[in-house]
């Protein structure tokens, strides 16, 4: 799938602890019996990690900002299940290509993608942060009359969207109306 890491000789050890540890040693420094330093050395946590989980101070995952919001990423994978209920077949290319056209139609450019177009492997973590919506739609063949999925058709299908859509929103006009 993707990059595999492997931890080379020496380097610095993380969360060599349980969260039963964790916890007991919260309990006993909130519970004053022993100190930040006691407790970081007999249960072997770091002091500057005992002292963000004893203030409840929020951890940043690891990693690049996602892309998309956790709702953009439900709202396209809801799109793509339309797609292939439509008969399209979904396939990483697809996929990529889908998220290409999406990201150019609004104006948006990720720099982290090379001409705006999603890698494999950012293909395939999507795939597997919507498993639940998408694990059928990937594999399912609809036998020899489905219809390829191809930039001119994903430009299609959001040229009909926005037509669905352009009714539904409000004018300028009603605009005015409501915030008087």
């Known amino acids: 799938m993707g990059r595999v890491y492997v931890r080379k000789s020496g380097a610095r050890k993380y969360k060599q602890w349980s969260e039963e540890q964790m916890d007991q040693a919260l309990y006993e420094i909130r519970e004053k019996k022993i100190s930040l330093r006691q407790a970081s050395k007999r249960y072997c946590i770091s002091r500057t990690t005992l002292s963000t989980k004893l203030k409840d101070i929020p951890v940043r995952k690891p990693g690049a900002p996602p892309v998309f919001s956790p709702k953009e990423e439900q709202g396209i994978a809801s799109h793509l299940k339309t797609l292939v209920s439509n008969g399209f077949s979904l396939n990483r290319l697809g996929l990529r290509l889908f998220i290409y056209v999406y990201l150019s ?15 494999k492997e950012w293909a395939d973590l999507f795939l597997k942060r919507n498993k639940e919506e998408l694990s059928e739609l990937i ?37 005015g109306t409501l915030n008087t």
């Open 105 to 119: 139609r609004n104006n948006r450019n990720v720099p982290r993608f090379y001409d705006n177009m999603p890698g």
């Open 139 to 175: 594999i399912r063949r609809t036998g020899r009359f489905q219809k390829v999925l191809d930039i001119s058709s994903i430009h299609e299908y959001f040229d009909n969207l926005n037509y669905e859509l352009l009714p539904s929103l409000p004018n300028e006009s009603d605009m």
